[in-house]
């Protein structure tokens, strides 16, 4: 959560608590306080859901790219080293299955993958005399739709963290306009008792929070489908 929003958020936290020890029989304050007490209500469960996203999205995207690093590791190499005995048979094969070092996105790496698994299917029939085993093929099969599941777990926790940011955003703001209708009405009754008053101003005060607090958390672990790779690993081509 941003810095300004969890410090409203915290504002609203102590104004409803005040709200509660010193209530008021008026209409305007009923509204008020009841609307004050659904926000900040809905900020704490909005806080929870955000941070959910954010550690749903981060192990989903763990797991892409563990995923994707043994596809690099163990699959590719193998279907690689298959092709290169048969280009003799197949010279069509010098280009299909060439790896190289890549700082190319997750997303890229897998669509890469996909086509060498389709390419290497076209000609199994001839590279299984090479070396090719089918155990290998159905694993990377089943590595990729694991990828897939990963990806799409990744797609929607970052969807449910970056909405609940918008709306705590939003949750913050209203919960400052409620808060400053309630400080006239506080103002005007606890005019003549000062250390009530101070109480409340201060319960009502938004505080800045020192920028070594500051959490970008909605933000998450980057851009979704394809962080970007380290370059240690190598792509077809």
Known sequence: MQRRTRSQ????LGAKGFSVAHPME???FQSAAT??????????ALEVEQREGIIAERNAAGVRRD??????????PHMAAASRRAEGELPSLRRTFRLTPTKDSIAARRAAAGSMLDAVKAQKDVLVRYGLDEAVLTDL?????EFDAANAQC???RGQHVRASARLRDAGQEIVELVRVLDGLYR???KNDDARLAEWVALSTVRAEPKGNASNDEQGPGPVPGAPADG?????R
């Open 67 to 76: 995923v994707i690093d043994r596809i690099w590791e163990v699959h590719l």
């Open 9 to 12: 958020v915290a504002m609203g």
């Open 155 to 157: 797609v929607a926790a």
């Open 26 to 28: 008026s209409t305007g």
């Open 35 to 44: 609307g004050l007490s659904s926000l900040v209500d809905e900020a704490t």
């Open 141 to 145: 099969g089943q590595a990729l739709a």
């Open 232 to 236: 240690s690993a190598p792509a077809a």
């Open 188 to 190: 005007v009754r606890f």
